[in-house]
């Protein structure tokens, strides 16, 4: 089960994250450059998977029962804590995504006049 919750909120929060950018790509872009705003954007989002990939076994190293197929066929009270505790902490780095919230325009009509006069979110 906590694969899956863990696997399943992930995917989750990375849809969430993809939603919200492919609508702000229609709100920002230039007419026109609507394909080519996508692109980058789709580009930069799937430029840092690997690196989440990296940083996720960096992570295992904290939890050494983890570390191998014998340490998880154990089943042990110490590898269930240890991966309840790696499921903390992923979901808590999930979450902190949420943080950035504030940098981005409140509504459409608050996107369109920064566009239309040039400038950038007030936050940053």
Same mark, same amino acid.
């Given at each position: 089960?906590?694969?899956?919750?863990?696997?399943?909120?992930?995917?989750?929060?990375?849809?969430?994250?993809?939603?919200?950018?492919?609508?702000?790509?229609?709100? *920002?872009?230039?007419?026109? $450059?609507? !394909? %080519?705003?996508?692109? /980058?954007? &789709?580009?930069?989002?799937? =430029?840092?998977?690997?690196?989440?990939? *990296?940083?996720?076994?960096? $992570?295992? !190293? %904290?939890?050494?029962? /983890?570390? &191998?197929?014998?340490?998880? =066929?154990?089943?042990?009270?110490?590898?269930?804590?240890?991966?309840? $505790?790696?499921?903390?902490?992923?979901?808590?780095?999930?979450?902190?995504?949420?943080?950035?919230?504030?940098?981005?325009?409140?509504?459409?009509?608050?996107?369109?006049?920064?566009?239309?006069?040039?400038?950038?979110?007030?936050?940053?």
């Amino acid at each position: 089960w906590f694969y899956i919750f863990t696997d399943v909120s992930a995917t989750f929060m990375y849809s969430l994250n993809f939603m919200a950018s492919a609508f702000a790509i229609v709100e *920002v872009s230039e007419p026109g $450059f609507e !394909a %080519i705003t996508y692109a /980058l954007v &789709t580009t930069a989002s799937n =430029a840092v998977l690997p690196l989440a990939s *990296v940083i996720s076994y960096q $992570f295992l !190293a %904290i939890f050494p029962d /983890l570390n &191998t197929q014998e340490g998880l =066929a154990k089943d042990t009270p110490s590898v269930r804590n240890q991966m309840a $505790f790696l499921i903390l902490l992923t979901e808590i780095i999930n979450l902190s995504s949420l943080l950035s919230l504030p940098m981005l325009p409140r509504q459409k009509k608050e996107a369109q006049e920064l566009m239309k006069k040039g400038e950038t979110s007030s936050t940053w």
